[in-house]
């Protein structure tokens, strides 16, 4: 009895799948002095598929935190130490390492007043106990994905020294002939640069690229 054999196909493509790696979880640092609603919120966040870290007052909470550089923190405001505005004013002090961690203040109460001061000192959030996990849940997945689109934008963009400060120049009036003089280099080079900085912010004009490179933080006109 004869046996058939089949060529192989040449257009299948017989490489392995590409394995599947999953992402880690964001962490949060959760600072709350009431041991029993920390332990809530750990498991109510860890059930979502968050990693949880806890400190039990300010202080620790801020040690912790520039330690373990986590994507969101919650924070009680009134705690023994250091309150949760003292908190976030210290992260203010630190800069632009922290400036993009969202920040969510988590209090009992409705003082309008430490509202206000959380808000001035770049607070993204206020919600109140008893809390809503659901609304806390949607409230801390809209601010990931609002700093991710940032991180990828920027990633994108990368414009390098040159390229900003001739973009800052230009934001403040200043003519490609005055950027040039300013710069001690020559006006071509200074539209090669503010052409290219253009092309990677994905704008039309130079002005636009200012106000972008601006709102984005890149340069300070």
Aim: glycine share 4%.
């Amino acid at each position: 009895m004869s046996v058939a054999v089949v060529a192989p196909d040449s257009h299948i493509d017989r490489r392995p799948a590409p394995r599947l790696v999953a992402s880690s979880p964001p962490t949060v640092l959760c600072i709350e002095d009431d041991r029993d609603m920390s332990a809530l919120i750990v498991e109510e966040l860890e059930s979502r598929g968050f990693r949880v870290l806890v400190a039990h007052d300010g202080q620790q909470g801020l040690s912790m935190l520039l330690k373990a550089q986590p994507d969101i923190i919650l924070s009680d405001v009134n705690m023994p130490s250091m309150s949760g505005l003292e908190v976030l004013e210290s992260l203010t002090e630190i800069g632009p390492r922290f400036a993009r961690v969202p920040f969510i203040f988590l209090t009992a109460l409705n003082d309008r007043e430490d509202e206000l001061r959380g808000r001035r000192l770049g607070a993204d959030d206020y919600v109140t106990k008893p809390i809503d996990f659901d609304v806390l849940h949607a409230i801390m997945k809209a601010r990931l994905r609002s700093v991710a689109r940032m991180n990828v934008w920027e990633s994108r963009c990368d414009l390098n020294d040159r390229e900003c400060e001739a973009l800052m120049w230009a934001a403040r009036g200043k003519t490609c002939e005055d950027i040039a003089t300013i710069m001690s280099i020559a006006e071509r080079t200074v539209n090669f640069h503010l052409n290219n900085a253009r092309n990677k912010l994905g704008v039309a004009t130079r002005i636009q690229a200012a106000v972008k490179a601006t709102i984005a933080g890149f340069i300070e006109p």
